[in-house]
């Protein structure tokens, strides 16, 4: 089944604990992208990869880091969580390198507290 | 700067009544807009999307939306609404290699 998946899904942690949320899909797309979704806001992008290297900010990037070593996979690492990251992250992937203007593929979702 | 409006929070229709979820957007040059659905507890899906041509775009599950260039609008409708229609809808449009989502609009079908 073509699909995007996150690890975890749900995650409680403190201020200050390096932590790392997984990425992966198996549908051979070259675009990926991480969405932060708050209430009353939408969904925010926070860095993008149009390829294996290749990776750029998105509107809110300040707090995070990205890799792209494998085409399939796009963790996203919180280095220093801070409670303003709390929030329900989403990894979706498109199958372009213009991925932006095609249909993305969404993961189900990680729900994060940081206390 | 880009940017995509949601006026209505929350939409209610009765099942088998139209619907309208609307979005105005704000970018430059050619936009490419979208409209993306959340079920509970899901990700987002893809329900349909406007580059060139046609202003009227057809979707899934029977959606479709209206460009309206001068109105700056990509409104999404669907003739008869259903009860599992219930869920939150998302304008977006693209910018460069970003996409830029709007604050989504809850809707409610009541039977």
């Known amino acids: 089944e073509a699909q995007v998946t996150q690890n975890p899904r749900y995650l409680i942690t403190v201020t200050g604990k390096k932590l790392t949320v997984t990425c992966s899909q198996n549908?051979?797309?070259?675009?990926m992208s991480w969405y932060r979704q708050d209430p009353g806001l939408g969904l925010r992008q926070i860095y993008y990869?149009?390829?294996?290297?290749?990776?750029d900010k998105g509107d809110v990037p300040e707090g995070y880091k990205v890799s792209r070593k494998e085409k399939r996979n796009f963790p996203l690492i919180l280095e220093s969580p801070s409670p303003n990251q709390t929030s329900l992250y989403f990894c979706?992937?498109?199958?372009?390198?213009?991925?932006?203007?095609?249909?993305?593929?969404f993961g189900p979702g990680t729900r994060l507290t940081v206390l | 700067a880009q940017s995509v409006a949601q006026p209505e929070d929350q939409v209610n229709v009765a099942e088998g009544n139209p619907l309208t979820v609307k979005c105005t957007y704000s970018?430059?040059?050619?936009?490419?807009l979208f409209w993306y659905v959340q079920y509970p507890n899901r990700g987002l899906q893809f329900l349909l999307k406007y580059i060139t041509g046609d202003n009227l775009v057809k979707g899934s599950y029977g959606f479709e939306a209206e460009f309206n260039k001068s109105q700056t609008s990509f409104h999404l409708k669907k003739p008869s609404a259903l009860v599992s229609d219930s869920a939150l809808y998302f304008c977006?449009?693209?910018?460069?290699?970003?996409?830029?989502f709007g604050t989504g609009t809850r809707l409610t079908v009541i039977p």
């Open positions: 979706a992937s498109s199958f372009t390198t213009s991925g932006s203007y095609n249909e993305q593929f």
């Open positions: 977006a449009v693209t910018s460069g290699n970003n996409l830029f």
């Open positions: 990869s149009m390829n294996v290297e290749v990776t």
């Open positions: 970018v430059s040059g050619n936009p490419y």
């Open positions: 549908m051979n797309h070259e675009y």
